[in-house]
């Protein structure tokens, strides 16, 4: 964990209520399925935020305005610098892929998963994507995942666009050895009773501090009380109780 | 050069610093990113007898300048506490800690404090009287004098290392409580935990916090602790352990004015891992500024 001030490169909108940032700073710190926290002035609590993508001293962070921090941040412009406390949380474990690991994204769920499929695809992996949002107005990175060479399916629970229905729709299309998913929890749940492999999970809850200490985002797990925030936000198939 | 010691129930402090309890974990979370030994002491997680899950998600709520909580006590609960917790406390802090107990029946307190008291590195007890009674219809021990110094009593007969009793500031008299428990053989009043608060989301239109209610913390309830801090300091002969909003130097000048020996750092722990360094850091420069020599000489300077 490292409190460093990152400078915004970018920031701009990709779709529906959603927003790419891109800051520049120390990323050594910085894992796959991590998140960081980051201070905006006015509000007391920082925000909470998946990594998206992590090169060199570029971090870039997708993120939807769902209240009025994040709406703050969708005004933020270039050049302005905020403090960014970095790698927070445990991130996925990559050795447990096998050689077709499958990615499935919901909503603000599908940032994580763009790391995530940069790493195993240049570990010579070839990853299934899929991506569920709503609607078509709420897609976004369909075409960095498929630059990347995954077999990319997008699903809207509207029909709008690619499959109808949702993310466990698709899965007849994918032949997979284990998977990695972050997204809204009916998805998660439903991503658990439907899958046919072990996996793991990117949880999300209301944190106080982001690193352990305030006990703010405890769940229950088969291993003991886990802390979201420390001890996930990644939780092994095994280990969920539901 | 300036003075930052000070003494807290004949225990001397290198400065009046002490994260709060709840706020630092055991300690280890924040030894990863500076060393805790600069540090006055610090509180650990509130312990109770039994280990506790404690409350329902979402448990934290974020207020204009502070946040509600209602984590409920999670906690491992003592037996695991001496087993593991304490053993990774001590490899990172070597001073005394506080050690902060919860109970929900006096001998729930009695039985915790007494497996507790002879870990060596515990140099006092905070015992924190906001919990329900469950023997006494729920209300909590903190809300009545007689409740409280009962707590007091029967935690004393079973240590001799310093009673600090935390009190909850939801109550009509302070003063009374904190007359009560010096009265029942206490050494010190530590003050104040946090206001009973509620936050309630437009969206939903429901309360944010799981169990509606919650804890409310931050600089918000600074005003509220100083004047807490100064009237019992005019109440009581035995040291205040001040909390309630400190997020600065000056804030911690302005609580050992108001009557406080030592100063607890809760809330901004959570937002600023660094919080309490950064204070002790700039603690010099703000009394040259002022004119503070030693900052023992100031307790109760404002009375």
Same mark, same amino acid.
């Given at each position: 964990m490292k409190d460093l001030i990152f400078n915004i490169k970018s920031n701009k909108k990709i779709a529906k209520n959603t927003y790419e940032m891109v800051l520049l700073g120390d990323c050594t710190d910085i894992k796959c399925g991590q998140f960081v926290n980051i201070k905006i002035e006015g509000f007391y609590l920082r925000r909470p935020i998946s990594v998206c993508c992590v090169e060199g001293e570029e971090l870039t962070l997708i993120y939807k305005v769902v209240g009025e921090g994040t709406e703050v941040m969708a005004n933020m412009e270039s050049g302005t610098s905020l403090l960014v406390l970095t790698g927070l949380g445990n991130g996925y =474990?990559? &050795?447990? %892929?096998?050689d077709k690991p499958l990615l499935i994204g919901g909503g603000a769920g599908v940032p994580p998963m763009y790391q995530l499929c940069r790493e195993l695809t240049a570990q010579g992996k070839t990853p299934s994507v899929i991506l569920g949002f709503n %609607? $078509? =107005?709420?897609?976004? $990175?369909e075409n960095e995942f498929k630059a990347l060479g995954a077999n990319v399916i997008v699903a809207t629970a509207d029909g709008s666009y690619g499959v109808k229905g949702f993310v466990t729709d698709a899965f007849n299309m994918v032949d997979y050895t284990y998977f990695y998913t972050c997204g809204p929890e009916p998805m998660l749940k439903a991503v658990y009773n439907s899958s046919v492999t072990s996996g793991q999970f990117s949880f999300e809850e209301r944190m106080g501090c982001g690193f352990g200490a305030c006990m703010g985002c405890s769940c229950k797990t088969k291993y003991g009380n886990k802390r979201i925030c420390k001890d996930g936000p990644v939780l092994e198939k095994e280990e969920i109780i539901w | 050069m300036v003075s930052l010691k000070t003494s807290l129930c004949g225990i001397e402090l290198d400065n009046p610093l002490i994260p709060a309890s709840g706020t630092f974990g055991f300690g280890y979370e924040f030894a990863e990113i500076y060393d805790i030994n600069v540090l006055g002491s610090f509180s650990f997680k509130g312990t109770t007898k039994d280990p506790r899950f404690g409350n329902p998600t979402p448990r934290i709520a974020e207020c204009k300048k502070g946040l509600i909580n209602s984590v409920g006590l999670q906690n491992p609960g003592v037996h695991k506490v001496i087993e593991n917790e304490l053993p990774k406390l001590k490899k990172c802090f070597f001073k005394p800690v506080m050690a902060n107990v919860s109970g929900f029946s006096v001998d729930e307190y009695v039985y915790t404090v007494k497996m507790l008291d002879s870990e060596p590195q515990i140099g006092w007890f905070e015992v &924190?009287? %906001?919990?329900?009674n469950v023997h006494g219809g729920g209300m909590s021990f903190g809300t009545s004098p007689e409740a409280a110094a009962e707590v007091v009593r029967s935690v004393k007969a079973v240590t001799n290392k310093p009673v600090i009793v935390k009190l909850s500031p939801n109550v009509t008299d302070i003063v009374a409580i904190a007359r009560a428990c010096e009265e029942a053989g206490a050494d010190g009043i530590s003050l104040i935990n946090t206001l009973l608060g509620m936050k309630i989301d437009l969206k939903t239109k429901k309360p944010v916090i799981a169990n509606k209610m919650g804890g409310f913390s931050g600089p918000a309830i600074k005003p509220v602790a100083v004047r807490m801090v100064y009237q019992v300091y005019e109440a009581v002969n035995i040291p205040i352990v001040g909390g309630g909003g400190v997020e600065s130097a000056e804030d911690v000048i302005e609580m050992m004015l108001a009557g406080a020996s030592a100063v607890q750092v809760g809330a901004a722990n959570l937002v600023d891992p660094m919080a309490c360094p950064k204070i002790i850091e700039d603690l010099p420069r703000v009394m040259e500024k002022y004119g503070i020599k030693n900052l023992k000489d100031i307790i109760g300077g404002a009375h």
């Open positions: =474990d990559l &050795n447990k %892929s096998g %609607s $078509y =107005d709420e897609v976004f $990175y | &924190n009287v %906001s919990c329900p």
